[in-house]
């Protein structure tokens, strides 16, 4: 999507859980397509966010938090959307738990 009717949102999230929640609210409930929403790390760790969350949180035996998880930094999830779609997207993010949301 190039045009000037469009416009890239970016959030950031602390938790896999909380990226994934954003985007399932984007396809599912607001209708964006899926191929427009992108997740990485914000830096160049891999990662599954800054804390323990979902999977993360108990190991096999489910008797304590797992020590592996890749907690090394933050992630970021951009959309691609038209600019009418870009309130309803800013939503989606801050009701998944977004620490940061910006455009360009």
Same mark, same amino acid.
């Given at each position: 999507m190039s045009n !000037? &009717? %469009?416009?890239?949102?970016?959030?950031?999230?602390d938790t896999r859980e909380a990226a994934d929640r954003a985007i399932e609210h984007l396809v599912q409930q607001y209708g964006i397509d #899926? +191929? !427009?929403?992108f997740v990485e790390a914000t830096g160049s760790d891999n990662t599954a966010g800054t804390q323990p969350s979902g999977g993360d %949180? $108990? &190991? #096999? $035996?489910g008797d304590g938090v797992r020590t592996d998880a890749a907690l090394e930094g933050q992630l970021q999830? +951009?959309?691609d959307l038209a600019l009418e779609d870009v309130d309803k997207a800013q939503a989606a993010f801050r009701d998944a738990g977004a #620490? !940061?949301?910006s455009s360009r």
């Open positions: !000037d &009717n %469009v416009k890239t949102l970016i959030a950031t999230f #899926r +191929s !427009d929403v %949180v $108990e &190991n #096999r $035996e999830v +951009s959309v #620490r !940061d949301v």
